[in-house]
């Protein structure tokens, strides 16, 4: 298993599974997060509910390297579901690690609220999410970005 296709730029999970990632020790931190899934969910959801989901270009008008880290930051709390279902299917199910998991659950829901493996769980349908999120269409590039193709 490729453990460096797992790390996290900007998210460290927090706890023990967070003191294991600082340590670089991967194959711990992921039985941690496999046996916890619901606890480590939690507080991804939390973040992304703090970060606000998907950041818009135009709060970020004339900061290109804000929006980029906003957008990473997002990211990273994706990747940190991905990885965390991973675990879980690992520790529970013995799904080898590396395996792509769940792939009939998305990680966010239409209001921008992040998915537990379980779809139904109602603590992420008690989360505010995002109201506009539903009428939400894909921003325009930043100029920065625009290379004459909208």
């Given amino acids: 298993m490729d453990f460096e296709s797992l790390k996290l ?37 939390d973040g992304l509910e703090r970060t606000g989901g ?5 709060d970020f ?8 880290v906003a957008l990473n930051q997002m990211v990273d709390l994706l990747r940190g579901e991905r990885i965390l279902r991973m675990a879980r299917a690992w520790r529970e199910d013995g799904v080898p690690l590396g395996t792509s998991v ?21 603590n ?10 539903a009428a939400w269409t894909p921003p325009s590039p930043p100029k920065q970005m625009d ?4």
């Fill in 102 to 122: 769940d792939a009939d659950v998305p990680l966010v829901d239409g209001r921008h609220r992040l998915v537990s493996r379980f779809p139904n769980d109602p």
């Fill in 9 to 45: 730029e900007h998210y460290q999970f927090p706890g023990r599974a967070g003191a294991l990632q600082a340590a670089g020790a991967m194959p711990s931190m992921l039985a941690e997060l496999g046996d916890n899934y619901v606890s480590y969910h939690e507080q991804l959801a």
């Fill in 54 to 58: 998907r950041p818009d270009p135009k």
């Fill in 124 to 133: 992420r349908i008690a989360r505010r999410g995002d109201p506009a999120a």
């Fill in 61 to 68: 008008p004339d900061d290109f390297n804000g929006y980029c």
């Fill in 147 to 150: 290379f004459g193709t909208g």
